[in-house]
């Protein structure tokens, strides 16, 4: 590293940072003296690892195999020795661009504070400590030896531009973050709300949100609206913009305040009967003949306890709707044998190789408290010893086999109880969840950003349905609908009964009327309690403690009801606002031959909706031409839309 440039800055050095290579075949050991830094280029403040040696020598050279061993062929490219700790690191990342860890001879590298990800901090026998570095492009590089200690100083040195924060799950791990960074996960231990500081924040959510923010949840208000603002906006613009200039993605966040929404009257909706037949939908080959039916009785009743098995099945992708009976057989018994096959992988762990897997002791620990407390209220899971308590247990301990890169995150249980309670069966039960975490694996990623959009929408939606109630939530600094996180977390398991959460979930299974329903049925609940809310002296901890006291106290059916015609009042709105189209899942981007058009709207602003994206009785394809026997015929289609939009049909 040549410090003598003009925009090169030293922060912080330490000698005596060795990197150890090892060859395989011969067990050779060699270690590199060298230096570790922390600098300054340009401003961009990046990890610096150099040997001692001149830039222009090279480093001993050590050959080794590669870790397939094929041929035997000699690699000169670095072997850490390991599996990389990013591998089975606790975390989903989306993918992105990554700024490349750059190489300065043959084992330097220079690696972006931005881009630093982790730091495993370890020691071996002899008591030297060791750090194991990953980057957010998952580079692996060369773990550090600090044979003359200095961890502490470095760490204290990086903290001047990152955040450390200690991983719940391994206390050797620390994940790194920009003090600029929003993201919930870092925030709220950073924020000190508790001064236990042990549990993680989702865990303390699931458990008990009132008990876990009363008293200390008032600090988060500004991260909250600094959080649930688009990355780049601010809170407070300092000067004007030019009103030619294109609108910023605040500006769109925020177009139902400045605009309003006028929305026509809140239709009537009605809920069905259980589906209760099901052979009559199957073919000869035992097909599912019209799975789209099957899906609109299931959302608009639920399914019979009889059917819900089988039926369950279907809607969480365990077996396609097109399969035979004979395909169905044929994949049942293959997904058993790929069960059993990932179940054997955790099972023949030793104690000794466990001791050596901090992921996996962790993912147990977890598994078993959260086992132990999961839903004992249930006949399935009551008492001591209880098998149903194993079959939990065992199934959750077999996912994080399925996934381990998001392993076992705490608040799955509480998704899988109701699979295991219908199935009764351990093979079908696993399979079912892991449909069900299809939907809702990001809302267990550790950077939480689909908790932060999904908190966002519900914000857009209850804007446009009720301004008055968000501009009383504002005023008590809760606007950031802050109470609602355990509901979207693990769709409502905690405030329905048992029985009515089976019911909710087939609901939202059907992916109808939209695949955001849940987030209607979120603004269904705080409608039903606007009465109780506006006008009231309630400030940010008391409404937080009357939403957590709603658990076991809303009507499933009311509140499905009340979603589905806030579904149906919003797409009825003829100037929608197009943040709203995009949570309904209506918005569609203009074509080329559209764009064309001289009468073809921006896709940048809020448009008409057609017919087609809104469920219509049928009496609703008159024509215009037929618009002047209207008035005749009033008291007749006033008739049949009644009809129709208590029992709509959505496409």
Not at 215 to 227: E, Q, R, Y
Request: hydrophobic share 35%; aromatic share 10%.
């Amino acid at each position: 590293m040549d410090p003598n440039v003009e925009d090169y800055k030293m922060i912080f050095e330490k000698e005596g940072v060795y990197l150890h290579t090892n060859a395989k075949r011969s067990n050779q050991d060699t270690t590199i003296p060298g230096f570790i830094r922390i600098v300054e280029r340009a401003g961009v403040p990046a990890l610096e690892w150099s040997p001692l040696e001149d830039e222009g020598r090279t480093a001993p050279a050590v050959l080794y195999t590669k870790k397939d061993g094929e041929g035997g062929e000699e690699d000169t490219s670095f072997d850490p020795g390991y599996e990389p700790d990013w591998a089975v690191i606790s975390t989903v990342k989306k993918d992105r661009e990554h700024v490349p860890v750059r190489d300065s001879g043959q084992w330097s590298f220079s690696l972006p504070l931005s881009e630093l990800y982790s730091l495993r901090r370890a020691r071996f026998s002899l008591g030297r400590n060791f750090l194991v570095l990953t980057s957010r492009g998952g580079h692996p590089l060369p773990a550090l030896h600090f044979h003359r200690g200095g961890t502490r100083e470095l760490f204290r040195a990086l903290q001047r531009y990152i955040i450390l924060d200690q991983s719940p799950v391994d206390g050797r791990l620390f994940l790194a973050y920009p003090h600029d960074s929003g993201a919930l996960s870092q925030s709220f231990d950073k924020l000190q709300l508790l001064d236990d500081g042990g549990a993680d924040l989702v865990s303390r959510f699931i458990q008990d949100p009132y008990a876990t923010t009363f008293g200390g949840f008032s600090k988060v208000t500004n991260f909250f609206k600094a959080a649930l603002k688009p990355p780049g906006s601010t809170l407070h613009p300092q000067t004007p913009r030019d009103p030619s200039l294109p609108p910023q993605p605040d500006e769109e966040l925020f177009e139902l305040i400045t605009c309003g929404v006028e929305l026509g009257p809140r239709p009537e909706v009605c809920r069905g009967q259980p589906l209760d037949q099901w052979e009559e939908f199957l073919d000869p080959e035992g097909r599912v003949k019209n799975p789209d039916k099957i899906k609109e009785m299931v959302f608009r009743g639920g399914i019979t306890p009889t059917l819900r098995k089988e039926i369950w099945k279907f809607l969480l992708g365990f077996y396609p709707w097109n399969s035979t009976a004979k395909e169905r057989e044929d994949i049942l018994r293959h997904k058993t044998d790929e069960y059993f096959r990932m179940k054997v992988q955790w099972k023949s762990v030793s104690e000794e190789q466990e001791m050596r897997n901090s992921l996996l002791r962790g993912y147990r620990s977890l598994i078993e408290r959260d086992v132990s407390r999961t839903d004992r209220h249930n006949t399935f899971f009551s008492g001591n010893d209880n098998p149903g308590l194993t079959l939990l247990h065992d199934v959750l301990m077999t996912y994080c086999m399925y996934n381990f890169d998001l392993g076992y995150v705490q608040g799955m249980s509480d998704l899988l109880s109701p699979l295991l309670f219908v199935t009764q069966n351990e093979v079908e039960s696993f399979w079912c969840l892991t449909g069900f975490m299809e939907l809702l694996h990001q809302n267990f990623e550790e950077s939480q950003e689909a908790m932060k959009q999904q908190l966002l929408q519900l914000s857009i939606l209850l804007r446009a349905l009720d301004p008055e109630l968000c501009d009383f939530l504002d005023s008590q600094d809760s606007g950031s609908l802050c109470f609602c996180f355990r509901w979207l977390l693990i769709w409502f398991k905690r405030e329905f009964s048992f029985e009515d959460i089976l019911i909710l979930w087939e609901v939202l299974w059907s992916r109808l009327p939209c695949e955001n329903f849940h987030l209607l049925i979120a603004c269904s609940i705080l409608w039903s309690q606007r009465g109780e809310l506006i006008g009231s002296d309630h400030d940010f901890n008391t409404i937080l403690k009357h939403i957590n006291e709603l658990t076991m106290r809303l009507d499933l059916q009311t509140v499905l009801r009340g979603a589905e015609a806030i579904y149906l009042q919003l797409v009825q709105c003829k100037e929608l606002p197009l943040k709203v189209q995009q949570v309904l899942g209506l918005y569609v981007p203009s074509s080329s031959s559209e764009d064309e058009s001289p009468d073809s709207q921006s896709s940048d602003t809020p448009r008409h909706l057609d017919q087609s994206h809104a469920p219509a009785p049928a009496s609703a394809s008159a024509s215009a031409s037929a618009s002047a026997s209207a008035s005749a015929s009033a008291s007749a289609s006033a008739t049949a839309s009644s009809n129709s939009a208590c029992a709509p049909t959505y496409p």
